[in-house]
Structure formats: C-alpha cells, structure tokens
C-alpha cells in the first residue's frame, strides 16, 4: 500500500488498527505522519483522544498503555509514535501488536531503515498491521518525479529547469518540495516552469550550476568550466565539491553505458535519458568529443579528486582548487 492509498483511506472512514511505516525516504513517512495527526481528529477530539510519542523520549510501557485507552466523546483515537528507530525496547511493543485495540489507530514511524525481519516484532507486525515501506526514489527517476510533481500541482517544467532542480537539490524530496511551494508562491497564475523561474524564485543560477559544468566538459570548452568553478570558489554554498562530483560522476556514468548500446541515434537515446532532449544532446556531445577512453578518464579523475574533496591524499586544498585541476586535466588531456 502507498502513502497516497493509505491517506485516501483515512479520507474515506476506512481505519486500520495498527500502521507500521519505515524505509529510507522521509518524505512519504512524513506526509502520512502529519495526516494521521492534523486530518484524522478534529480539534475538538483532538484534544482528548491525540497523543504524540518521540521514540528517543518514549518509554515502551507509556506508548502500550496510551493505545490501550479507550476514545474519550469519539469513535476513535490515534497514538503516533514518531522517530520511531531511536526508542530503546522497541521489540517489547510486541504483546500490543498481537492484540491492538480496534478503537486506537496507532501509527508507527521508523525512519532511515527497515526492520528486520527476523525478529518477533516484524513478524507480529506482518500479521496484524499495515506495513508501508517507503523506499528512497532512484536516482534515474528524479526528474520523472518532480515532472510529475508539478503536474499534479498544475504545472508543467521544461527539461532544462527539471535538470537545475535535479542537479543542485538532489535525491531529497522533502527539499524538492519545499522549492516548489517557493515556486508556488511566486508565479501567480503562470503555469509553465523555466528555468529563469529557477534562478529567480529559488536562487539556482541558471548559467553556473552543475549541469552548464557538466555541459562546458562534455564541449570540452575549458574556459567556461573554469569560469563556472571560478563562480563555485566565489559562492561555495552554489557548488560544494561533496554536490559536484558525485552529480557529474552519475551523469557520465549514463554516458558511459551508451557505449553498450547498438543503437546510439538520439531517437534509441531518448528513452536511455528519460525523453530529456537536454541530455541526450549533450550525451553525444561528449561522446564525440571523448570516445570511450576519454569518458572512462573522466570517471577515473572524478572518482580520484571526490576522495581528494573529503581529505583522503589531500592537505586541505579548497573545492575550487581541486576542481579547477580536474577539468584541466579531464579536457586539456594532462594525467
């Protein structure tokens, strides 16, 4: 079951005793955690039939005599235990989870993991409660997301903004979201994102990010890679070494597995890149300019100066420095 059908239940009156949520992806945790604690009661119920545990704070025999409880003036209550992967004794929440009380709805968050499932507990929990996994969304999938996102908001983005929000955030969606509300806020009935919303409303410049160095190397046009490190050195929260590095080395990996392919048109490409024309272009770009020896180089130094950026060989050189040497050693041809 995903967080949307779970909500969509709780909207229609159809309740289950016990929900477990957990996984690597906060975001949909959340989103469920703060319906079941501002949506399920109203304020007056609220009042008398809401509690709230941290599982760091939590004492296991609170938490189990709090869902014991019978609703006061309401059909139902709800106990939340946030957090949940912190609380100490976790594993002795078993005796309830064999026996819930059908008049609590107790919902469970147990962020950055999953349970293992070996122990009693899980297994107590597959047998009575609704189990909601909430898995970290691939990488690949990212901009497909924030694609469809907006469209459920009403929007529509172009490829190149959908790069800029993906390059610069990252796989965080609860980031991601609360740059779009930013966006929300400010285009005041206009409906197509550019990236010149991007830069105006979020603050990601749209001519030195991630994605225009990734470009300037795939051109092998080292003055405008330099120019946009140069950028970096002077705006280091713009472009941190740990962001840079780590989104390059994605992007020409992807270019690297082209060379698999048969079929390496930008038509048998477009899918490769999830139908963003941005990407294959610049795909075979670099290609052209590279071959595969040159694309595996790149890989190499990538990985060579991402373990220089956290300090393994390095004395402290800065993210500017560091960066500047590896593109003129990826696109000037020096090893």
């Known amino acids: 079951m995903s967080a949307e059908k779970i909500i969509s239940d709780w909207k229609k009156g159809l309740f289950k005793s016990l929900y477990w949520l957990e996984g690597e992806e906060d975001y949909y945790i959340d989103q469920v955690m703060d319906h079941a604690e501002h949506k399920i009661l109203d304020e007056a119920a609220a009042e008398f039939n809401l509690t709230v545990f941290y599982g760091k ?56 993991k999953t349970l293992d499932k070996r122990t009693k507990l899980y ?19 990212l901009q497909e997301w924030i694609s469809q996102y907006l469209l459920s908001k009403g929007y529509s983005i172009n490829a190149k903004a959908v790069s800029l929000l993906d390059e610069h955030i990252g796989n965080d969606l609860a980031r991601i979201v609360n740059e779009i ?37 795939a051109k092998k046009d080292l003055n405008r890679a330099l120019t946009i490190i140069g950028y970096f050195g002077a705006n280091p929260k ?30 048998a490409l477009r899918p490769h890149f999830y139908n ?50 590896m593109v003129v050693k990826m696109i000037g041809g020096r090893s």
């Not at 713009?238 to 597995?257: H, M, N, R």
């Open 181 to 217: 509300e930013k966006l929300d806020l400010n285009l005041k009935g206009k409906k197509t994102i550019t990236e010149d919303d991007i830069e105006r409303y979020i603050g990601i410049s749209k001519e030195y990010n991630v994605f225009e160095l990734q470009s300037a190397i």
């Open 123 to 141: 297994k107590s929990l597959k047998a009575s409660a609704e189990i909601f996994n909430s898995e970290k969304i691939k990488d690949y999938k």
């Open 238 to 267: 713009a472009g941190p070494i740990q962001l840079v590095l780590p989104a390059l080395y994605a992007s020409f990996s992807k270019i690297y597995t082209v060379f698999g392919m048969k079929d390496k048109s930008e038509a």
């Open 57 to 112: 704070d939590a004492d296991w025999t609170a938490v189990v005599n709090a869902c014991r409880r019978y609703p006061m003036f309401a059909e139902r209550q709800v106990v939340l235990l946030k957090e949940a992967q912190q609380m100490k004794d976790i594993d002795k929440l078993e005796s309830y989870v064999e026996q819930p009380l059908a008049s609590t709805v107790f919902v469970v968050g147990y962020k950055g």
């Open 276 to 325: 963003n024309s941005f990407a294959v272009k610049g795909a075979l770009e670099a290609i052209r300019n590279y071959g595969y020896e040159g694309i595996e180089k790149i890989l190499l130094l990538l990985h060579h100066y991402n373990l220089k950026g956290v300090g393994v060989g390095d004395p402290g050189t800065s993210d500017a420095s560091l960066m500047r040497e």
